[in-house]
C-alpha cells in the first residue's frame, strides 16, 4: 500500500485559483480512460485524505451530495457541514495520528491525499507521502494554491501525454539527497 498526491496543475506550479477554485480545470481535454487519468487511478484507492477547501469546493461542485465511496479524513479546523450520505471524518492536528486509520480502512488499496498541496506537504514531511501523481494543464494561472509548498526531491517514474495534459508520476526521495 502507497499514500499518492494526485493532482493537476495549471503549467506554472497552481493548483487552485485564489479563491480556491478548480473551474478552470473542468474546461480542459482529457480523456478519462486514457493514460494516468482518474477512472483507473482511483479503482486502486481505498482512503482518501483532503484538505477544507478541497471539501468545500467539492460539496459546492457537487451541489451537497457526496460522490466518494472511499471512507474520507477531511483535514479542518473549521466547522463544516457532513454529507447526507458517505464516510466523511472531520479530523485535527497531525496527519501521522490519522494515517494508520486510514491505512486500515483502505483494506489493501492506497491512500490518496486529494488536496491541496500543503496537506500533501504535512504527508511528505510526516515521512507518509510515496508518490505524486501531476497531470499539467496547458495554461497559467499567475497565482493561486500552489502545487507543493516544499522543497521535495522527487524521482521520474513514468510520463504520459492525455490529450491536452503532459502527465507525470513520481517518487518522493526520502533518503535525503536533496538540497533546496
Known sequence: MATHFYTASSLDG????????LDWLLSQDID???PMAYQGFERGIGA?????????????????AWGYAQPTW????RDLER???GDVRFVQGEVA???ATMIDAAADKDVWVVGG???AGQF??????????????PLTLGSGAPLLPRALALELLEVARNRSFLCGRYRVVKDGDFRA
Open 14 to 21: 497552481f493548483i487552485a485559483t485564489d479563491d480556491h477554485s
Open 32 to 34: 478519462q480512460d486514457g
Open 48 to 64: 482518501l485524505a483532503m484538505g477544507a477547501s478541497t471539501y468545500e469546493w467539492v460539496m459546492r461542485h457537487e451541489h451537497g
Open 74 to 77: 477531511v483535514f479542518t479546523h
Open 83 to 85: 454529507p447526507e450520505v
Open 97 to 99: 495520528a490519522a494515517h
Open 117 to 119: 498541496g500543503e496537506l
Open 124 to 137: 511528505a514531511d510526516a515521512g507518509l507521502l510515496d508518490e505524486v501523481w501531476v497531470q499539467f494543464a
